[in-house]
Each structure stands twice: as structure tokens, then as C-alpha cells.
T-cell receptor, first 114, second 113 residues
């Protein structure tokens, strides 16, 4: 049973345009959400996070939006750059779960075309 | 560079064998996590250690075990290997109790033939 779902395996956008990556979760105990970026042959790199007490967090070109009622979050990248081409993983954690373990989605491969 | 190191980078072994994967966390991080990424799968949490003690277990097989040593490095032991154990194994570390951000190593690619 997948608790974190990324339903789009891939996404292709033009350089300079907005990239929107989506993530849905089913476990209502999740209260902290993170996005990771992964290049081939490297480990995932932390990108941005959001606590469930917020609905938006922004860091430069990256913004994460959280809709708790819909159990949905999205990552916006504006403007997209070719160097953003990577696999993006959504992850979630439950602070009352007794562990800081992360539950990951399967990832979305983003390709930004020059 | 995340500051988390993993060795070896690649490992090829035969079914039935035993291997040990090693991880050194970032300086100051007390928590170490192990994740498995199989083909077309997201990262699956295996186990967490905090300051030498097991803190949480995920989908870790009984053939797998881990430990964290006093110097905080961790080892993941995989025994009686099967073809299906072929995967990328990632180690991550964090400052538990401060934030949820985990920092990942480059991974060990295990191939069981």
C-alpha cells in the first residue's frame, strides 16, 4: 500500500517555463513533507520541505504548496532550467511515529529542454 | 557533497553470499538510516539507528541486519543473498530532534548474480 504517490512518472517542460510536480499522500499522520532531487549515480539531495502547519514554503525558484484537506502537495520550479533535469522524489514523515523515517514516492523524472 | 560516505560504491556477488555495506554519517549527526531502491521503486526505509541504538524498523528482511558503532558509523549486513536483493542501498544521516531533513550518501549498488 503506497502511502505517498507520485502519479506522473515523467514530465517534460521548456526552459524558462514553470515545472509543477505533484504528490498525493494517504496517511493523515504525516505532518512533514520534503522534496528531494536525484541525479543519476548520486544520492538524493534535499531540496525543500514544509510542515503541515503551513500551506506554502518558498526557497528561490522552488515553492512547495500543501493542501492538507486534499492530502496533496506540489513543487513549483520557476523558471525551469536545464540543470533541473533530474528525478524528483516526494517524501513524508510523521512526527508522532516515534521515528524520523521518510516514506518516499516513486519519483517523477523531470526533463527541461533548452 | 552531502558529507555522508558509503563504501563500497559497487558490489557484485553470488547468490547465497553475505556482504557488508558501510556508512559514515555527517559530522555531528547521530541518526543513520538505511534505504533500499530497487528497479522502478522509490526508496524503501529499512532501519534507523540513533546514537548506537535501533530506533525504527521498516521493511527489512530477517536476512538483513545493521548496527551503529560508538564512532557513529553504521554497517548493513546482507546474508543468504538472492537475486531480488540486487538494488541500490542508500545511507542517510540527520540531526535527530532538530529537523527532518536527511542527507544521503552516494549509495552502494549491489548486484547479485
Amino acid at each position: 500500500d503506497q502511502q505517498v504517490k507520485q502519479n506522473s512518472p515523467s514530465l517534460s517542460v521548456q526552459e524558462g517555463r514553470i515545472s509543477i510536480l505533484n504528490c498525493d499522500y494517504t496517511n493523515s499522520m504525516f505532518d512533514y513533507f520534503l522534496w528531494y532531487k536525484k541525479y543519476p549515480a548520486e544520492g538524493p539531495t534535499f531540496l525543500i520541505s514544509i510542515s503541515s502547519i503551513k500551506d506554502k514554503n518558498e526557497d528561490g525558484r522552488f515553492t512547495v504548496f500543501l493542501n492538507k484537506s486534499a492530502k496533496h502537495l506540489s513543487l513549483h520550479i520557476v523558471p525551469s532550467q536545464p540543470g533541473d533535469s533530474a528525478v524528483y522524489f516526494c517524501a513524508a514523515s510523521a512526527s508522532r511515529g516515534g521515528s524520523e523515517k521518510l516514506v518516499f514516492g516513486k519519483g517523477t523524472k523531470l526533463t527541461v529542454n533548452p | 557533497d552531502s558529507g555522508v560516505t558509503q563504501t563500497p560504491k559497487h558490489l557484485i556477488t553470488a547468490t547465497g553470499q553475505r556482504v557488508t555495506l558501510r556508512c559514515s554519517p555527517r559530522s555531528g549527526d547521530l541518526s543513520v538510516y538505511w534505504y533500499q531502491q530497487s528497479l522502478d521503486q522509490g526508496l524503501q526505509f529499512l532501519i534507523q539507528y540513533y546514537n548506537g541504538e535501533e530506533r525504527a524498523k521498516g521493511n527489512i528482511l530477517e536476512r538483513f541486519s545493521a548496527q551503529q558503532f560508538p564512532d557513529l558509523h553504521s554497517e548493513l549486513n546482507l546474508s543468504s543473498l538472492e537475486l531480488g536483493d540486487s538494488a541500490l542501498y542508500f545511507c542517510a544521516s540527520s540531526v535527530t530532534g532538530v529537523s527532518y531533513e536527511q542527507y544521503f550518501g552516494p549509495g552502494t549498488r549491489l548486484t547479485v548474480t
